[in-house]
C-alpha cells in the first residue's frame, strides 16, 4: 500500500501520477504552432495525429492542412502521420498532405513513435509530437521521450468511446491548469 501511495501523490498533495498525461504545451489548434522558431531550436520533425488534430473527424486534408505541411517541407521539417485509424483513412488524409504515415499505431504504445523517428532520421530532443488526446497522443509520445503539444479537438463530433475519454481527459487538464497557475478555460 505504501508504494501504491508513494507513486499517487507528491509533497503538497498533488497527484504525481496524472503528470504523465501532461503535455508540454497547450493551445487551441496545430495551426497557432510557431513551427519557424521551433525550427531554429534544433527541431527537425513533426509527428501528427490526423483526425480532431488537424481536420475533423474523418475529413479529408483542407487547405490550411495542405498548406501547413507545404510550409513544413519548405522550413526544413520531416513528418509522419501517426493514427490508430484503418489504412485507407490515413492515405486518403496523406494523398493531399504528402507525408509519411503510420496506420494503425497502437498508440499509446511508444513502438511506433520511435519508428516515425527512424523514418525522419529523428531523436526524441529533435522531435515534435501534436495530437488532441492525452490518454492516446500525448501519453505516447511522452513515453517516447518526445516534446508533446496538445491541441483542442477541431470539432465536437467524436465517436463515442473518445466522448467517455474526454471526459476524463477534463480532470486531468483540470490538474495540468492548475499546476500551471491557469484556471480559465475549464
Known amino acids: 500500500m505504501k508504494a501504491i501511495v508513494k507513486l499517487n501523490t507528491k509533497a503538497g498533495g ?11 504545451h497547450y493551445l487551441d489548434s496545430t495551426y497557432e504552432i510557431d513551427f519557424e522558431q521551433l525550427y531554429q531550436e534544433g527541431y527537425r520533425g513533426v509527428i501528427f495525429d490526423i483526425d480532431n488534430t488537424l481536420v ?3 475529413a ?5 492542412s495542405i498548406a501547413l505541411f507545404k510550409r513544413l517541407r519548405e522550413i526544413g521539417y520531416e513528418s509522419v502521420l501517426l493514427s490508430n485509424n484503418k489504412e485507407p483513412r490515413v492515405k486518403m488524409f496523406n494523398d493531399a498532405v504528402h507525408s509519411r504515415y503510420i496506420h494503425k499505431a497502437g498508440k499509446p504504445s511508444p513502438r511506433n513513435y520511435l519508428k516515425a523517428m527512424e523514418l525522419m532520421h529523428t531523436g526524441p530532443e529533435t522531435t515534435l509530437f501534436v495530437g488532441d488526446q492525452l490518454f492516446t497522443d500525448v501519453w505516447g509520445a511522452k513515453k517516447a521521450g518526445i516534446r508533446t503539444w ?3 479537438p477541431i470539432h465536437p463530433k467524436e465517436e463515442i468511446q473518445i466522448v467517455l475519454k474526454r471526459r476524463l481527459e477534463w480532470i486531468v487538464l483540470f490538474f495540468y491548469r492548475r499546476s500551471k497557475g491557469r484556471y480559465s478555460d475549464l
Open 14 to 24: 498533488k497527484m504525481a501520477f496524472l503528470e504523465r498525461f501532461y503535455p508540454d
Open 56 to 58: 475533423p473527424h474523418g
Open 60 to 64: 479529408p486534408a483542407d487547405r490550411r
Open 150 to 152: 496538445l491541441v483542442k
